[in-house]
């Protein structure tokens, strides 16, 4: 090899180092720009993981930064916009009866709920989890003569070297009502007052008053139809054992049903059933009449029944519907 032939090669292969070298700088260059959006976006997930409420916001994202491979974009269509006549929109009242309002110096009594020992350890890597908050929250409570804040801690773990797995906390215990402000306890004082001593809500708002714990009747009267409901499985259950008894007793008594203009007679029925001596079983039906097709018929169309005020020689304590069961009743 002579020396221009030497120098044409030095050239040559020059020229292809280069072009190597530039392919290489912009393939580091993309790859660069794709590290960049990606830590962008878990840096995203992460605040929406682990960050405060306040933080987790979007708005100072942009498209490339939500785009992920292998989902294609959603076309977004053209609404068509519709001219609506100028109106004032009214605006909802509050009249702040859904809040509660309660004394500075009451009793807190704090339960905190953990995860178990051997949940507390990555069964994958074998690191342990590091608790990296705690999840608080309140309910009003209550026990014979005194009333408190009913505080339930639960701390929160995550692993420190994966993210991704979540965290991981405590379940709350089951409630009857659940996201409800008030505990099972004081639910129970409010119904019992209410149905057992036969005390209206607006005395019970006024009773809780004096203690410092203002209550609004409205949020009283939401408790208690949602604890109705609620506890309507235990209703069916005491139906099914007052079935199965041998003798069921009915009577009813008088109540107002207020009206538009003014109150009707209406009559609240109560069934009483159970095998003891003192049946233990009490169930109240409301009826706008007194019509015995309304607890003869359905569920106790197999029931035989007879007046005891019809019958010599009862006392006025006895009298009322008593029904004798002369065919198997199906329970189903």
């Not at 009242?93 to 004394?103: E, G, H, W």
């Not at 009267?221 to 008894?245: C, D, F, G, H, T």
């Amino acid at each position: 090899m002579n020396t221009s032939e030497a120098i044409n090669y030095n050239n040559l292969n020059r020229k292809i180092l280069l072009a190597e070298i530039a392919s290489r700088n912009e393939k580091i260059e993309t790859q660069d720009r794709k590290i960049n959006e990606l830590e962008e976006q878990l840096a995203w997930f992460k605040r929406q993981i682990f960050g405060k409420r306040s933080e987790r916001a979007v708005s100072d994202l942009n498209e490339q930064q939500l785009f992920f491979e292998g989902f294609e974009t959603l076309a977004t269509k053209e609404v068509e916009k519709k001219t609506v006549a100028e109106h004032e929109r009214k605006k909802q009242k509050r009249d702040d009866k859904d809040k509660i309002s309660l004394p500075e110096d009451l009793p807190v009594k704090t339960t905190i709920l953990d995860i178990p020992e051997d949940q507390k350890v990555c069964q994958e890597t074998g690191v342990s989890l590091v608790q990296i908050g705690i999840e608080v929250s309140h309910k009003l409570a209550h026990e014979p003569g005194s009333y408190y804040i009913k505080e339930t801690i639960r701390p929160k773990y995550a692993h420190p070297q994966k993210e991704e797995n979540g965290i991981l906390t405590a379940e709350l215990p089951d409630t009857l009502l659940p996201k409800c402000r008030a505990d099972e306890s004081l639910l129970a004082e409010i119904i019992t007052k209410k149905f057992s001593d036969h005390l209206p809500l607006n005395r019970i708002a006024e009773i809780l008053n004096r203690d410092g714990i203002k209550i609004s009747r409205k949020l009283l009267s939401q408790w208690v139809i949602r604890s109705a409901m609620a506890l309507k499985p235990l209703y069916n259950e005491m139906l099914k054992r007052v079935l199965e008894s041998k003798n069921i007793y009915i009577d009813e008594t008088p109540v107002k049903l207020w009206e538009t203009k003014k109150c009707k007679q209406a009559y609240m029925w109560v069934v009483v059933g159970g095998n003891d001596a003192d049946p233990a079983y009490r169930i109240y039906e409301f009826k706008e009449n007194r019509c015995h097709d309304n607890v003869i018929h359905s569920p106790y169309a197999t029931w035989r029944a007879f007046r005891l005020s019809q019958s010599p020689g009862v006392k006025r304590s006895e009298k009322g519907l008593y029904l004798l069961n002369t065919t198997p009743f199906p329970i189903v």
